[in-house]
């Protein structure tokens, strides 16, 4: 009896055993193939054909624009592929934040720019994964350009700011070469402690020269090599390879960049000449003036880093400020009369007056946002496979922040053509919208408070005392400027000119030294 009772629960559990077996099969494959499933559902993006991928539709030039379409077209998150690499187009700030800064841990590193690399561009911390060598180099500069220690930079900021009103004034027609010698000398001086001759300055030079190659070394898309990276071991003779040859000429220069500027830094700190502070110097200064090798070649490119990373990018931020004035002359006079009301005519406008002075701070905002310098950012690349909202980002990815969208989206910025200021009401929380334009995460720009001030600056100094108006031609006809935007990574207006004329005798004289003079003696040797 009990046999049997065992034998029917024996068949009985048998039956459920079966049942059971056949249900966790059930199960395994409905999790499996929904993984399977999830795991090929790509965002959306451009069809891509065999092979090329999108290779044949990625654009040449100004690819934020195109990048734009496509956003508007497949949504906040694009799937590309070139030659087999996938590519993601971020085009939201939220989308941006989600990955870039909650999932930094896995977002951080950055592709492997090989055209780059090959150029010498390898050891410029911008460029390196997040390793010990990225953390150090940060550092070095994050120490000295942290918030903390923005006050002790305001008063040669606001230096080189009259400076470049008066050389305006007093010698008109180079606008472009006034302003990258003035952000030039801030750059390098806070960077090596040096105050740079003149536009051919050697350090300025050599530091513009490599930032030239970064701009077509890093292009996406350009260089096949970064596709297809096992072409850079193929002998350079063969046709097609001329890239070789080129990366190596850029290579010298690139090495070069780091190394010369450094020398001479570490010359002049030891002779009792170099300005202080400066980065190099607070390197030494923490090694009592002996580094050892390792360390002075990680303060070398991280030097080299901030200085390629300041200068074209505040260069460009700046030109942009005076084009935003010569197009829009009631936006200048709106931003006059504050700097009247709040600091009247007795005394110039300082970096520590940006709280009063809202308006001036909204057109800055808006300066940043319209141009953005760096419209697609620098790219991230994603470390391990990753879902985000239903689609499955593959390991490898390229992630592209299309910053350029983000800040000409019309549902946050409406109108986003229009160079508005008071879309931000004077308020601190509508300004912080464009704070993308400094990138995301652990890669955010480390030089943002410092480019910020520099800007400010600039355009408060030149609003309280300049007028800033077109060029004018032969005949006296005003030149409105036609600017047209360069691609690449770094995005720089076409020359254009403008006039400026102080606004009075006293603003002049609120000025201070000549052009032809060097500042006020505690500022330089
Ligand atoms: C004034 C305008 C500036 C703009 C619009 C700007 C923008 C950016 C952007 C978009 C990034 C990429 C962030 C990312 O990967 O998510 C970046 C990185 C960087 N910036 Fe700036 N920047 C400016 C000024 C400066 C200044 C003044 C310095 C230094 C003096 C600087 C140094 C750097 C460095 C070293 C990085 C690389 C950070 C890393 O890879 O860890 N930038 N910047």
């Known amino acids: 009896m009990l046999r049997a009772l065992w034998g029917v629960v024996m068949s009985h ?43 044949l539709q990625f654009p040449q030039t100004q690819q934020w624009l195109t990048f734009s379409r496509w956003a508007e077209k497949y949504g906040d998150v694009v799937y590309l592929e070139v030659f087999g690499k996938p590519l993601v187009l971020l085009n939201s700030a939220k989308a941006a934040r989600d990955l870039l800064e909650q999932r930094s841990t896995i977002y951080s590193d950055r592709p492997r720019l090989e055209m780059a690399s090959l150029s010498g561009f390898d050891k410029v911390f911008v460029l390196s994964q997040p390793n010990d060598s990225w953390r150090l180099q940060r550092k070095i500069i994050a120490q000295d350009l942290s918030s903390r220690m923005m006050p002790r930079y305001h008063a040669f900021q606001e230096a080189e700011a009259r400076l470049l009103a008066k050389n305006l004034i007093e010698r008109p ?94 010359r002049s700190f030891e002779l009792g000449t170099v300005l202080l502070p400066n980065t190099c110097a607070t390197a030494l200064q923490e090694k009592q003036g002996k580094l050892p090798a390792d360390l002075a070649e990680e303060v070398a490119w991280a030097a080299c880093t901030m200085h390629a990373g300041g200068i074209h990018t505040s260069v460009i931020s700046t030109l942009n400020f005076f084009l935003a004035m010569v197009l829009n002359p009631a936006i200048q006079a709106k931003a006059q009369k504050e700097i009247d009301a709040v600091i009247g005519r007795d005394r110039l406008p300082t970096i520590a007056d940006r ?42 990815s390229i992630i592209i922040p299309n910053i350029w969208h983000m800040l000409h989206d019309p549902a946050i910025f409406p109108n986003p053509m229009k160079f508005d200021p008071d879309r931000y009401r004077n308020l601190d929380s509508e300004m912080e919208k464009v704070n993308s334009v400094f990138g995301f995460g652990r890669r955010i720009c480390p030089g943002k408070d410092f480019g910020e001030s520099n800007v400010f600056a600039i355009a408060a100094t030149l609003l309280a005392t300049c007028d800033i108006r077109p060029a004018v031609d032969a005949r006296g006809n005003n030149v409105i400027p036609n600017v047209v935007y360069s691609s690449g990574s770094l995005s720089f207006p076409s020359k254009f000119d403008c006039t400026i004329k102080p606004r009075s005798k006293q603003a002049y004289d609120l000025l201070g030294y000549s052009a032809l003079e060097k500042p006020d003696s505690s500022l330089v040797n």
């Open 13 to 55: 559990a048998n039956v459920t055993l079966a049942a059971l077996v056949a249900v966790a099969a059930c199960v395994a494959w409905f999790i499996i193939s929904s993984l399977l499933s999830r795991k090929l559902k790509r965002p959306l993006g451009p069809l891509r054909f065999p092979i090329v991928g999108n290779a």
């Open 173 to 266: 027609g180079q606008l472009e070469s006034h302003v990258k010698q003035r952000i030039g000398t801030i750059i390098i001086r806070i960077t090596y402690g040096r105050y740079i001759s003149g536009e051919n300055d050697p350090l300025l030079a050599i530091g513009r020269a490599s930032m030239d190659i970064f701009s077509r070394a890093a292009e996406p898309g350009l260089w096949l090599v970064d596709s297809i990276p096992m072409l850079k071991d193929l002998p350079a003779w063969l046709p097609g390879m001329g890239f070789l040859t080129t990366a190596k000429g850029w290579r010298e220069i690139v090495y070069k960049s780091a190394w010369d500027p450094y020398h001479w830094s570490k």
């Open 355 to 396: 709280s009063s002075l809202p308006y001036v701070r909204s057109i800055v905002t808006e300066v940043f946002r319209l141009n953005p310098a760096i419209p697609l950012g620098i790219p991230h690349s994603l470390s391990t496979d990753d879902i985000y909202q239903g689609m499955h980002l593959p390991q490898g």
